[in-house]
């Protein structure tokens, strides 16, 4: 008899690549139905994992405050329960600052979910290592400060321009070059454009005064940019692979790399990797507005809280949510930084592991409603009225030169009622808080694109 795909099916096997080299060796070789068992005994694939039937349980660090947070806190548990049924979650918590951020079993922003054994791309996403650094710039007057680095720092899409950008470390080149996620020369040359940008969106450098000391603080906030964003596409795809073959029942969202398989050892290893670009990034950018302004740094910690962390065999998977305990940071310098908005005080905290945190705190104030619902909901109003009200007495700078008040404070969940859940739910202890001055973020990068004004020449 001549095989086809519906034979193999009958045999037990799930249709897969190799079905038609397979059915093609079956045929020209004319193999008999022993032959043919014996051959496809090396494409055997083991039994699938299935969902968990229940989901595992998670802790609930939320609640609303206000029937406008009703249905934001509800969405996150509801998407909550569908995520934790992946089969190698085993705990999980949202923080007081969370919100959906797609289809029910995505993980939510403001969530913490624990892994056996597995990384999840899906569950850092593209902003892979998205983190702040402060800098203590002392006894300096904040207007100083802020100036200089909006002549330094760089918003928005791509790269510095050739003759502006900042070196990448030949250290880091030499080991990105080693590892087969990030030997991509392509990959490399983004890289080293990105150096010393910040994105666009929520990303902001912030300058304010430590309510404890009286100085003058600078603080960064962005992820790993186009080179974070490549290597989450390239780890997708492999989980993927991977998620077809082991647990095809999974969403795709919430695919997983085995740590145990070469794939996993070496994606591992570029997380680390794309960590140290991140945190390269940050330092690149407060140093060279302490060069330009001759004075030497009082201090300065960094944390990340968009990241993957591993405690033996359990990996930890924060998305949007601050690291408190030591073992997850082996180059921890100080405490951790958690910003609100900006005309709210970045908070400077510490904490340890306990029963409801699960080793974390929040990452920021969160949103209730997406940009979209938020600008709707303003639209009584001229951008310029909405800007007045919402920065008084603050100095506000978007790079674009134009206004986005998705950005602006009432588009993220009340700062007051976030901070009242830490202290209600001990989840860490704030030490300082960095009074805001001011801050730049790049803005409606949209309005004025580079692209929408070729498309304008051209109609023209």
């Known amino acids: ?224 940019r186009a080179p974070g964003a490549a290597l989450y596409d390239k780890g997708m795809k492999v989980a993927n692979r991977f998620r077809e073959e082991i647990s095809p029942e999974t969403l795709r969202e919430n695919a997983w790399i085995p740590y145990e398989t070469e794939e996993g050892q070496s994606y591992w290893e570029a997380l680390q990797l794309i960590r140290n670009w991140t945190k390269e990034n940050h330092t690149s950018i407060h140093d060279a507005i302490l060069n330009q302004l001759e004075i030497e740094k009082e201090d300065r910690y960094w944390n990340e809280h968009n990241f993957v962390f591993k405690d033996g065999d359990l990996f930890y998977h924060a998305k949007g949510a601050t690291p408190l305990d030591d073992k997850f940071m082996p180059d921890i310098t100080g405490p951790r930084l958690i910003p609100l908005n900006m005309s709210e005080p970045v908070l400077i905290v510490q904490g340890a592991t306990n029963e409801r945190n699960l080793g974390f705190a929040p990452h920021g104030a969160g949103r209730n409603f997406s940009r979209t619902q938020h600008k709707k909901s303003l639209a009584h109003k001229t951008i310029e009225e909405v800007f007045a009200e919402e920065t008084q007495g603050l100095d506000i700078r978007f790079f674009s030169n134009e206004i986005d008040i998705s950005e602006l404070p009432t588009a993220y969940k009340s700062a007051h009622h976030v901070r009242a859940q830490i202290e209600e739910y001990e989840l860490c202890e704030v030490l300082d808080e960095v009074m805001p001055y001011g801050c730049i973020m790049a803005g409606d990068v949209q309005k004025n694109a580079p692209w929408k004004k070729k498309k304008k020449f051209r109609k023209a």
């Open 1 to 224: 008899m001549e095989y086809n795909g519906n034979n193999l099916i009958e045999l037990g096997y799930r249709p897969a690549k190799w079905f038609k080299k397979a059915i093609q060796y079956i045929n020209e070789n004319n193999l008999d139905e022993n032959q043919v068992k014996s051959y496809l005994e090396q494409f055997r694939q083991p039994e699938p994992i299935p969902l968990h039937e229940v989901p595992k349980d998670f802790i609930i660090n939320i609640r609303a405050e206000h029937e406008s947070e009703n249905d934001n806190v509800e969405k996150v548990i509801k998407t909550m329960n569908v995520l934790m049924k992946t089969p190698t979650l085993v705990a999980g918590a949202i923080m007081p600052d969370a919100c959906p951020t797609g289809p029910e079993g995505h993980i939510p922003v403001g969530g913490v979910v624990v892994a056996k054994n597995a990384i999840h791309p899906g569950f850092h996403s593209a902003d892979i290592c998205c983190s702040v650094m402060l800098t203590d710039f002392g006894k300096i007057d904040p207007k100083t400060v802020l100036d200089m680095a909006h002549s330094i720092t760089h918003f928005g899409y791509g790269g510095r321009p050739r003759g502006e950008q900042m070196p990448m470390s030949q250290e880091l080149m030499d080991a990105f070059r080693d590892n087969i996620f990030l030997k991509d020369e392509k990959l490399i040359s983004i890289a080293r454009s990105h150096m010393g940008t910040q994105g666009d969106g929520n990303h902001f450098l912030f300058v304010g005064i430590s309510k404890n000391t009286g100085n003058t603080m600078l603080v960064t906030h962005h992820g790993s």
